[in-house]
């Protein structure tokens, strides 16, 4: 199932009106190329010469990342009414006591940044041991629904060591499996990285079970 919607996103493309088609992934493999100052057909002509490549797409982002720029001092929390006044003062001294633990601002500049790049963002929350922890998603990482990108399948990718995953244990219940996994393929360095897929969305049940005619 999750093979499937991953070739769909990679191979289809949406209609967004008639004659309008939109390939998210194919717009986000653009920009990633005119980011880092690349063409799609290679950075040399057809007689082995370099193309001049005049990046005009990161200077535009650096121009919409100061004008939407948003800081911290910037999220307050205001009360409606004076009897509510000491909460909506005690909430504000716990969010920036928040933001400076969890280095928010530095997420706030990231998010500022992607939007600019690709038109939009997605962000997750996390619980990391007992503390919420806020992480910007990267498009390039990601396999999503174009049509209903927050209501759909959301895969993100993540590119992890032996190591790394080993500390997962407290929290991931395949452990084991996974690094087997890793040592059939032959790899002998605990460098190397092994590609993760985290998966959030709702499955029929039967993708759980061994025999799907009988299962709901």
Not at 7 to 17: R, V
Not at 56 to 84: G, L, Y
Not at 98 to 110: R, Y
Not at 170 to 185: H, P
Request: charged share 30%; net charge negative; with cysteine.
């Amino acid at each position: 199932e999750i093979k499937q919607i991953a070739d769909d996103y990679t191979g289809s493309s949406i209609e967004i009106t008639t004659g309008l088609v939109f390939s998210q992934s194919e717009r986000i493999r653009i920009t990633e190329f005119y980011s880092n100052s690349q063409f799609l057909n290679g950075n040399k002509d057809n007689q082995g010469r370099e193309k001049p490549f005049f990046n005009i797409v990161n200077t535009m982002v650096d121009t919409a990342v100061v004008a939407t720029d948003i800081d911290t001092k910037n999220i307050r929390v205001e009360a409606e009414t004076e009897q509510d006044y000491d909460k909506s003062f005690l909430f504000n001294h716990e969010i920036q006591n928040w933001m400076k633990e969890s280095n928010f601002a530095q997420t706030l500049n990231d998010m500022g940044e992607t939007r600019a790049r690709y038109g939009g963002m997605l962000i997750k929350k996390c619980d990391e041991k007992g503390e919420m922890k806020v992480e910007l998603v990267e498009w390039k990482n990601s396999i999503t629904d174009p049509n209903d990108i927050v209501g759909g399948v959301i895969i993100e990718k993540h590119y992890m060591s032996p190591v790394e995953i080993r500390k997962k244990s407290d929290v991931w219940s395949n452990v084991d499996e996974a690094i087997k996994l890793y040592n059939k393929k032959g790899y002998t360095r605990m460098d190397t990285r092994m590609e993760i897929w985290e998966v959030h969305g709702e499955f029929p049940e039967d993708c759980l079970e061994e025999n799907p005619e009988t299962s709901d």
